[in-house]
């Protein structure tokens, strides 16, 4: 889905995705999601060609059992594009 412009398509319709509206926001939220955060802006900076949003948590929640998998580090996180990293159970600090 990531890889599809949402300017060109509608992804909901296009990949079937189904959804439920957010406890706090009235946001859709994905039904088969492994966790999701409800998050309300509140300040934008400009950077060049890329903003940055400040936002206020109302609501987080995760569903860690039902996919058996307690180990949340273990999952791939999207940095961009094509290309994700591995969190580590473990903290490095680089000074």
């Known amino acids: 889905v990531g890889t599809s412009s949402g300017e060109k398509i509608d992804k909901v319709k296009e990949f ?10 009235d ?29 206020k948590v109302e609501n987080c929640e995760g569903n860690f059992d039902n996919y058996g998998i307690k180990e949340f580090w273990k999952y791939p996180l999207h940095k961009a594009g094509k290309s994700f990293a591995f969190p580590s159970k473990e ?3 680089v000074r």
Request: aromatic content about 20%; proline content about 2%.
């Open 16 to 25: 079937g995705i189904e959804y439920f509206v957010g406890k706090k926001l």
């Open 27 to 55: 946001i859709p939220i994905i039904k088969k999601s492994l966790a999701y955060m409800e998050c309300k802006v509140v300040k934008e900076v400009e950077f060049g060609e890329t903003s940055f949003f400040f936002s």
């Open 91 to 93: 903290l490095k600090f």
